[in-house]
T-cell receptor, first 114, second 116 residues
Framework: SQKIEQNSEALNIQEGKTATLTCNYT??????LQWYRQDPGRGPVFLLL?????KEKRKERLKVTFDTTLKQSLFHITASQPADSATYLC?????????????FGKGTTLSVSS | GAVVSQHPSWVICKSGTSVKIECRSL??????MFWYRQFPKQSLMLMATSNEGSKATYEQGVEKDKFLINHASLTLSTLTVTSAHPEDSSFYIC????????????FGDGTRLSIL
C-alpha cells in the first residue's frame, strides 16, 4: 500500500541547534516533494519544493534533500529559533480520483526551547 | 504572494444543520481547488478536487451527497456539509494552485466545524 511516513511525531531541540525532519514514502513515484509549515488552527504554508532530479534545495535557514533511491526527503532547519516551533508536513504528488493531488504525511511537531 | 481566503473560520451548530464553507482565491484565478479534512494529529486527507464549471471529483469513501462542492467561478469554491452530524466535526481546509503542475499549493486558514 502507499504510505508517507514522517518518522517522528514530535521533535524537541534547543535553540541554535539544527532540526532534521525525515519523510519516507512507499509505493509512490513522485515528480516532486514539498514541505509545509502548519501552526495550530491554521492552514499549511508552503516552504520548499524539490523535484525528482534535484538533490538539494536551500532557502535561508532551510534545506531539503531528496533521495529517490532511498525514497526519502530530509528537511533541515539550521540555527533553530523558538519561532520555528510548529508542525512540518511533507507532501508529494500522488494519484487522486481526478488525476494527481498533493498527498500529505502526518507531520512532525517541532518544539524549539530557548 | 497568492492568497486564499476561507470563511468562516469557526462554526458551531446543531446536528442536522447544513453548513456552507467558502474558499476564495484573492489575487489569482484558480482553475482547480482542493478540499481537505484534518482530524487532530492526523494528516490532511483529500476529500475532493473541484474544477471551475464542472462537477467535483470525490475521493473514495467521501459521500458526494453529504459534501456538496460548487466551483462556480475561477475565484470561488464552496463546500456545503449537508445535514451535519457530530462525526462530521473536523477541520476543513481548501487549497488552490495557479494551474501549472508541480507548483506550491496555497491554503486557506481552515474552518473548524463542531456539530453538537
Amino acid at each position: 500500500s502507499q504510505k508517507i511516513e514522517q518518522n517522528s511525531e514530535a521533535l524537541n531541540i534547543q535553540e541554535g541547534k539544527t532540526a532534521t525532519l525525515t519523510c519516507n514514502y512507499t509505493n509512490y513515484s513522485p515528480a516532486y516533494l514539498q514541505w509545509y509549515r502548519q501552526d495550530p488552527g491554521r492552514g499549511p504554508v508552503f516552504l520548499l519544493l524539490i523535484r525528482e532530479n534535484e538533490k538539494e534545495k536551500r532557502k535561508e535557514r532551510l534545506k531539503v534533500t531528496f533521495d529517490t533511491t532511498l525514497k526519502q526527503s530530509l528537511f533541515h532547519i539550521t540555527a533553530s529559533q523558538p519561532a520555528d516551533s510548529a508542525t512540518y508536513l511533507c507532501a508529494l504528488d500522488g494519484r487522486s480520483q481526478a488525476g494527481t493531488a498533493l498527498i500529505f504525511g502526518k507531520g512532525t511537531t517541532l518544539s524549539v526551547s530557548s | 504572494g497568492a492568497v486564499v481566503s476561507q470563511h468562516p473560520s469557526w462554526v458551531i451548530c446543531k446536528s442536522g444543520t447544513s453548513v456552507k464553507i467558502e474558499c476564495r482565491s484573492l489575487d489569482f484565478q484558480a482553475t482547480t481547488m482542493f478540499w481537505y479534512r484534518q482530524f487532530p494529529k492526523q494528516s490532511l486527507m483529500l476529500m475532493a478536487t473541484s474544477n471551475e464549471g464542472s462537477k467535483a471529483t470525490y475521493e473514495q469513501g467521501v459521500e458526494k451527497d453529504k459534501f456538496l462542492i460548487n466551483h462556480a467561478s475561477l475565484t470561488l469554491s464552496t463546500l456545503t456539509v449537508t445535514s451535519a452530524h457530530p462525526e462530521d466535526s473536523s477541520f476543513y481546509i481548501c487549497s488552490a494552485d495557479q494551474g501549472a503542475g508541480g507548483q506550491p499549493q496555497h491554503f486557506g486558514d481552515g474552518t473548524r466545524l463542531s456539530i453538537l
